[in-house]
């Protein structure tokens, strides 16, 4: 049996009068990979920006039903408590250019104004470079600005600067989508090695890659979750036609 | 000739006209203080006495005036350019209000100097006159601190629409990052945009202090024109310009007018050294 992190029960998102995700109910499961797929405009992004009540951003936008984080209904918390509890990173690398590695990877708690110790820094952002597979790469630059690195570097900088608030959910939006082959198998495999620490929810226009590092996939079209479950089981024998359709290229 | 090729010989033109233009001014103002350079020489930069009827030009008293005048005109209206700047570009991007202040902004920049410089008078010199009786200096109600109250208003409109559109082209994403870390507004204002910004920044408020460089009507309607050494914010003062300004019709001699000109050519390279050492202030703090 699984244990859950995430409850979307009965989830709706409107932008303006346009319902953006319809009805969703799906579970997240701890220290798991969840694959959220589906054809460009389904609602993928949408769905995984009201994880972490970032859509709040835009103007106008409206949602009904539940999300709980454990017990927690999320929007009855802070959104600012909330995005400490769950992480996460963007289609392109934003590290933040004005700072050094060391201070991007620190940055959630230097933007929140949370001191700390020198030492207690060191090992938060020593920890959160080697979780990210960055460690060995920059830590003799750790005082650069953390613009001058790759574009697979800099993905794995933002990764570690999620990582650093300990969340304990990571949202990946396409997270390679900008990224060149060696890079995205590296951020794969960062990925499978992450699980032990945090549970993660993967938006990817990339089947195969959802096939490769997802434990359990969600396909997702006009705005409706056709079909949920484990990845394997959904890749060899999916249950409904949409999303056979789906996995062997008729659309999408 | 392709039409190309004489777009290019047309915009070249354009370019060589311009420059010569301003070398024609320079030229000009310099040909013209010759006399008072010759006659006065270096005692005509550390002189604080300027008494046209006894024949002493010292221009020390105008080139103090004019710096502090502005820089206090800076300072006053940094918080509130800052403040318009951040209030358009991050909390209300949309909306009455915002479009209210924004026109408001824009108008207060379309008023003609001088009648800031009546407002000044009528409005801005009574309320410092009752402040000085209440701080117990002597109460001009002109001076320097009045001018440099009206000038800070008369800069505002410059430096806020600058950093406002230069806080504009702070990349989404990037705010977006520090949002997801659970920062709040303020937080993301503070941590990302005016980090990122700097540089424009700054350069916004240079231009702005440039304006108050060479502002001249209202400055002279209200800095009470005492030609001395200013010994407080609150005594009247004169700056290059308002100096310019108001004794230039009555220069009949030949050192005296070319004083004055000489005075207009030192606020050309004050200007000219201030925006030089801006450009090099950005290029640092630019440095990525
Ligand atoms: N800020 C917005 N305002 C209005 N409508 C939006 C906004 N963002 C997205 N939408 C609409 O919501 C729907 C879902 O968009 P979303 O970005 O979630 O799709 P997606 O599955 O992530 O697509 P992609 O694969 O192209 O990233 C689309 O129809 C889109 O046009
Ligand atoms: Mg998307």
Redesign the interface.
């Given at each position: 049996m699984e244990s859950r992190v995430l409850e979307i029960k009965d989830f709706s998102m409107y932008y303006g009068d346009t319902k953006a995700v319809d009805n969703i109910s799906m579970d997240v499961y701890k220290n798991k990979v969840t694959a959220i797929m589906g054809p460009s405009g389904c609602g993928k992004t949408t769905l995984l920006r009201s994880i972490?009540r970032?859509h709040e951003?835009v103007?106008d936008t409206r949602t009904t039903g539940e999300i709980r984080l454990y017990d927690t209904e999320i929007h009855s918390i802070s959104p600012?408590?909330?995005?400490?509890k769950i992480?996460?990173v963007?289609q392109?690398p934003?590290?933040?250019?004005?700072?050094s590695i060391y201070d991007n990877v620190i940055?959630?708690y230097?933007?929140?104004?949370i001191r700390l110790k020198r030492a207690d820094r060191d090992i938060i952002v020593e920890d959160s470079l080697k979780k990210a597979a960055l460690w060995e790469e920059v830590k003799d630059k750790l005082h650069r600005?953390g613009?001058f690195l790759s574009g697979g570097q800099q993905q794995r900088l933002?990764v570690a600067?999620?990582l650093a608030?300990k969340p304990e959910i990571l949202l990946l939006d396409e997270p390679t989508s900008a990224l060149d082959p060696k890079a995205t198998t590296k951020i794969e495999s960062l990925i499978e090695e992450l699980k032990i620490y945090v549970t993660m929810v993967l938006v990817t226009h990339n089947m195969s890659q959802a096939a490769r590092v997802s434990d359990y996939t969600a396909f997702l079209f006009l705005g409706e979750l056709v079909e949920y479950g484990q990845t394997q089981k959904m890749f060899t024998t999916p249950e409904d036609k949409r999303t056979e359709e789906y996995l062997t290229g008729k659309f999408g | 000739m392709k039409s190309d090729t004489v777009f290019k010989y047309v915009l070249h033109l354009i370019a060589v006209i311009i420059l010569a233009l301003l070398s024609l001014i320079f030229i000009t103002l310099f040909v013209n203080s010759l006399p008072s350079i010759k006659s006065l020489g270096l005692k005509f930069f550390i002189s604080t006495r300027w008494n046209p009827v006894k024949g002493e030009f010292g221009a020390l008293p105008f080139l103090v005036g004019t710096l502090i005048t502005s820089f206090l005109a800076l300072i006053i209206s940094t918080p509130f350019s800052l403040s318009i700047a951040v209030f358009l570009s991050e909390y209300f991007k949309?909306g009455a209000l915002s479009s209210v202040i924004r026109s408001g902004v824009e108008l207060l920049s379309g008023i003609p100097s001088v009648i800031y410089g009546f407002w000044g008078l009528f409005v801005l010199v009574p309320v410092i006159r009752n402040l000085e009786l209440k701080l117990h200096v002597p109460p001009y109600g002109v001076g320097i601190f009045t001018a440099s109250l009206l000038l800070a208003i008369m800069i505002i409109p410059y430096s806020a629409s600058i950093i406002r559109e230069v806080m504009k082209l702070v990349?989404a994403?990037?705010k977006?990052?520090?949002?997801?870390?659970?920062?709040?507004r303020f937080?993301?204002l503070k941590?990302?945009v005016i980090?990122?910004s700097?540089s424009g920044i700054t350069a916004g408020l240079i231009l702005a202090l440039g304006r108050a460089l060479g502002e001249t009507m209202a400055v002279t309607m209200v800095i009470g024109n005492a030609n001395v050494l200013p010994t407080s914010i609150f005594a009247p003062s004169n700056t290059m310009a308002s100096i310019i300004a108001n004794e230039f019709s009555e220069a009949v001699d030949s050192i005296y007018l070319s004083s004055l000109v000489e005075l207009g050519l030192l606020l050309i390279v004050v200007s000219a050294a201030i925006n030089i050492i801006s450009r090099w202030v950005i290029k640092r703090t630019s440095k990525?």
């Open positions: 972490n970032m951003l103007a600012i408590v909330l995005r400490r992480g996460m963007f392109r934003n590290p933040f250019p004005t700072m940055a959630g230097k933007l929140n104004g600005k613009t933002c600067r999620a608030m | 949309r990349p994403d990037l977006e990052a520090a949002y997801s870390l659970g920062a709040t937080e993301v941590g990302v980090p990122y700097k990525v």
